[in-house]
C-alpha cells in the first residue's frame, strides 16, 4: 500500500483548460513537496509546503496543504503544453523517517 | 556549475550479474540519496549517504548496497540482478547540514534493463 495517493493517475486536457491533482495520506506529514518529471529526467521540486493550510502560488500553479497536513492539491491555471508531465508529491511522515513519493499524476496538456 | 550528473544513461545487464551505478553530486552538496523508480510509479528511497556512511535506508535487500567517497560522490551497487530491478536510478543531492531531504536535487538517472 502506498503512504502517498494520488489521483488522478493520468490526465489529459486541451491548452488553456484548469486542472487540480490531488495527494492524499492517512499519515501526517511535517511538510509536502511538488516535482515535475520529465521524460529522461530526474524530478524537479516545484514547491514545499510547511504549515497545515498554507497555499502558495507559483504563477499558474496554486499549491495548497491541508489543515490536517494529511492532503494536498495542486491547481494549474490556463494549462500550456509545456506543464506536461509527471507530478510527483513527496514528503517525510511525521512520524516516519524516510522520504515517500507518491506514484504521480502523468499530465498531458494538448495544443 | 554542474548539477548532479549519473553515469552510464543506460545499461542493459542479465539475470544474476552486478552492477555499479555513479553519481557526482551538485557543487557544494555532502549529502547524496538513491532512488528506484519503476516504470509507472514514483520513486522509491534506497538509501542515504552522508560523511561517507549509510544514514538512512529504506526497505531495500541487502543485495543493493553504496558507497559515499571523500569528494562526495556515490555509488550504488545491485548484486544477483533479478528482473524486477529494471527499473530508472535516480541519484540526488542537497545542502550540507540538512537532513538531506528538505530540497533535493536529482541527477536525470541511470535506466537498467536487466534480461
Known amino acids: 500500500t502506498q503512504l502517498l495517493e494520488q489521483s488522478p493517475q493520468f490526465l489529459s486536457i486541451q491548452e488553456g483548460e484548469n486542472l487540480t491533482v490531488y495527494c492524499n495520506s492517512s499519515s501526517v506529514f511535517s511538510s509536502l513537496q511538488w516535482y515535475r518529471q520529465e521524460p529522461g529526467e530526474g524530478p524537479v521540486l516545484l514547491v514545499t509546503v510547511v504549515t497545515g493550510g498554507e497555499v502558495k502560488k507559483l504563477k499558474r500553479l496554486t499549491f495548497q496543504f491541508g489543515d490536517a497536513r494529511k492532503d494536498s492539491s495542486l491547481h494549474i491555471t490556463a494549462a500550456q503544453p509545456g506543464d506536461t508531465g509527471l507530478y510527483l508529491c513527496?514528503?517525510?511522515?511525521?512520524?516516519?523517517?524516510?522520504?515517500?513519493f507518491g506514484p504521480g499524476t502523468r499530465l498531458s496538456v494538448l495544443p | 556549475d554542474a548539477g548532479v550528473t549519473q553515469s552510464p544513461t543506460h545499461l542493459i545487464k542479465t539475470r544474476g550479474q552486478q552492477v555499479t551505478l555513479r553519481c557526482s553530486p551538485k557543487?557544494?552538496?555532502?549529502?547524496v540519496s538513491w532512488y528506484q523508480q519503476a516504470l509507472g510509479q514514483g520513486p522509491q528511497f534506497i538509501f542515504q549517504?552522508?560523511?561517507?556512511?549509510?544514514?538512512q535506508r529504506g526497505n531495500f535487500p541487502d543485495r543493493f548496497s553504496g558507497h559515499q567517497f571523500p569528494n562526495y560522490s556515490s555509488e550504488l551497487n545491485v548484486n544477483a540482478l533479478l528482473l524486477g530491478d529494471s527499473a530508472l536510478y535516480l541519484c540526488?543531492?542537497?545542502?550540507?547540514?540538512?537532513?538531506?531531504?528538505?530540497?533535493?536535487?536529482f541527477g536525470p538517472g541511470t535506466r537498467l534493463l536487466v534480461l
Open positions: 557543487s557544494g552538496h555532502d549529502t
Open positions: 513527496a514528503g517525510v511522515p511525521l512520524y516516519g523517517q524516510n522520504f515517500v
Open positions: 540526488a543531492s542537497s545542502f550540507p547540514g540538512t537532513s538531506g531531504q528538505e530540497t533535493q536535487y
Open positions: 549517504y552522508y560523511e561517507e556512511e549509510e544514514r
